[in-house]
């Protein structure tokens, strides 16, 4: 097995509280634990943005298709300013956004830009205000629509270096700090390619707020008729005015990011001594995982941890415990992670209810173990940058067990 990157640290690992004596050290799992301080009240603030995007010690990380620019594969890339200038422009913050939005054009493609945060350690940052700190924005050079010619010429200028964008549908090898910037700047890459028009009137959105919301405009200069009847981005007359748009009634006029929570649990026997594990129709051979689904509307997180289960296998749960949670950015998903235990004499595996799994066993807690030191065998379990790895571990290695006293979480 390949070397895998090493965990986040949680915060504050070595302070001594009531709550970290009662409960244990905290998990942090891989894609948490960013260096970044998001400030995100400043995604509105024109005069900062204006600053930290020309700023000497920003960084920029680029993805096409929503692939992240890599060196070797296994390290992100960070670009300086000056890179990103011949698609973005010298200052894409150059207006406010009350004009952007006035001034509304879809015909002409804006490369997507989101601010990330400002890396508080680095002693030559942005000072802002009582803030100080290198920015770091997320751009995608997908080469696409007006600025597609610009988007070929960064991503030719990158692989010039030997740089390579980095292809396939996840990605685990990243440093711990490197990979939760990335999982942020995927998330909202991808919910910006997602959501072009708006989900009421169907009309072209804006992305606004630095690439975190997405509003519908009330007018749009592309509408313009000429006197040849087409349009034009370039008509000297008004922009035309929308048709009416719920979205711009009241105080509910912006789309915001979305984040799909997905339950994911360790599902102990009544008896301590085994763990339910199941196989999905696509895993590789001999591959075994915990069980996992989606939160529905109006359901707590235990609720679903119990319906998930007994849906996929039959099991029936009594006592839900919540561990820790992973960001998930394939695309936008929250796994909540949960350690639960079987009711006795509901322990049977059924797997007619919903087909979504080829197998799911009892195995013992012993042979759990053993996987999880990669000792090749029959049970084959997904890796430590996976939340279901450290659930795994923490049943194994924890206080869930017959006989080893009070749980401690």
């Not at 620019?69 to 000056?82: I, M, N, S, T």
């Amino acid at each position: 097995m390949s070397a895998q990157p090493e965990l986040p640290e949680p915060a504050h690992p070595r302070l001594d509280s009531m709550l970290s004596r009662r409960f244990g050290k905290e998990t942090a799992n891989y894609f948490a634990g960013s260096p970044l301080n998001r400030v995100s009240f400043l995604r509105t603030d024109h005069d900062f943005l204006f600053a930290a995007f020309r700023h000497p010690s920003t960084s920029f990380v680029l993805l096409r298709d929503l692939s992240p620019l890599a060196q070797d594969g296994k390290k992100l890339v960070f670009v300086p300013h000056r890179d990103v200038e011949p698609l973005v422009g010298a200052d894409p913050f150059n207006k406010p956004e009350a004009q952007l939005i006035a001034e509304y054009n879809s015909a002409i493609t804006t490369p997507q830009l989101v601010f990330l945060g400002i890396d508080e350690s680095s002693k030559e940052g942005l000072a802002w205000k009582r803030y100080t700190g290198a920015p770091f924005f997320a751009l995608d050079v997908t080469p696409k629509g007006s600025v597609e010619a610009q988007a070929r010429g960064v991503v030719a200028e990158m692989e010039r270096r030997g740089l390579a964008f980095l292809e396939g549908r996840t990605h685990l090898s990243f440093p711990a700090p490197e990979a939760a910037i990335f999982a942020q700047a995927r998330a909202l890459l991808d919910w910006n390619a997602r959501n072009p028009f708006c989900a009421q009137c169907g009309q072209p959105t804006l992305s606004i707020n630095a690439g975190t919301k997405r509003t519908c405009p009330p007018k749009d200069i592309s509408l313009v008729p000429t006197p040849l009847g087409t349009t034009t981005p370039s008509s000297p007359l008004p922009p035309t005015v929308r048709p009416p748009c719920a979205t711009r009634q009241g105080i509910h006029n912006q789309s915001f990011p979305r984040t799909d929570p997905t339950v994911i649990m360790a599902v102990l026997s009544s008896t301590s001594t085994h763990l339910l594990l199941g196989r999905g129709k696509r895993f590789p051979p001999q591959w075994y995982s915990t069980l996992a689904g989606f939160i529905e509307p109006a359901e707590s997180i235990e609720d679903a941890v119990r319906r998930e289960v007994w849906e996929e296998s039959g099991v029936r749960l009594g006592r839900v415990v919540l561990h820790s949670t992973q960001p998930w950015p394939y695309p936008a998903n929250l796994m909540v992670g949960a350690v639960a235990q079987a009711v006795p004499g509901a322990e049977d595996i059924l797997l007619e209810h919903d087909p979504e799994l080829e197998d799911a066993r009892w195995v013992a807690v012993a042979e759990v173990a053993e996987a999880l030191k990669g000792v090749e065998g029959e049970l084959r379990l997904p890796p430590k940058t996976a939340i279901a790895h450290q659930l795994l571990k923490a049943v194994v290695e924890g206080s869930w067990l017959a006989g080893a006293g009070e749980s401690k979480m």
